[in-house]
């Protein structure tokens, strides 16, 4: 179901999610591919950048915009510890990424499955979608960092 490349390229979409941890963010973590190179990367920093869209994939988004200089990426693919809530989901269909590899479910706030299916209606793109690659790894850090908030 998922390839060597996938499973690269969603170890490094965890990494990026271990940087925001490390800055007492909610370790989400994304990676944008084109041709097989990494081309951008982001981590959630909504609190350290007084942002609401500060989202691991809007960042990657804008980093892999400015490296091929083009506000469309077209036959990207794009890997997220988490799955995009809806704001992260409609940018990746105007950003034009071909394909996106989620690890976790989010049953608040996710729109791809979870609560919605954003990417089953009828927008002038479609993105391709799996989910589940090293769920329980995710699953488990974003459980624990919540954990900690609690006690």
Do not use: W
Not at 96 to 117: F, M, Q
């Amino acid at each position: 179901m998922f390839s060597e490349k996938d499973r690269a390229f969603m170890e490094a979409a965890i990494e990026m999610a271990k940087k925001a941890a490390m800055i007492d963010e909610v370790p989400v973590g994304a990676i944008i591919t084109l041709n097989d190179t990494i081309i951008g990367k982001g981590f959630n920093q909504v609190i350290s950048q007084n942002d609401v869209s500060a989202h691991a994939e809007i960042i990657a988004i804008k980093e892999a915009s400015k490296t091929i200089n083009n506000y469309r990426l077209t036959d990207a693919c794009i890997y997220v510890t988490l799955e995009p809530c809806h704001m992260c989901a409609k940018a990746l269909i105007d950003a034009r990424v071909s394909k996106l590899i989620y690890s976790a479910s989010e049953p608040k706030t996710g729109s791809i499955e979870s609560i919605d299916n954003m990417y089953e209606k009828t927008f002038n793109h479609k993105i391709e979608y799996k989910k589940g690659l090293f769920e329980e790894e995710t699953s488990n850090m974003l459980k624990d960092f919540f954990r900690l908030k609690r006690n």
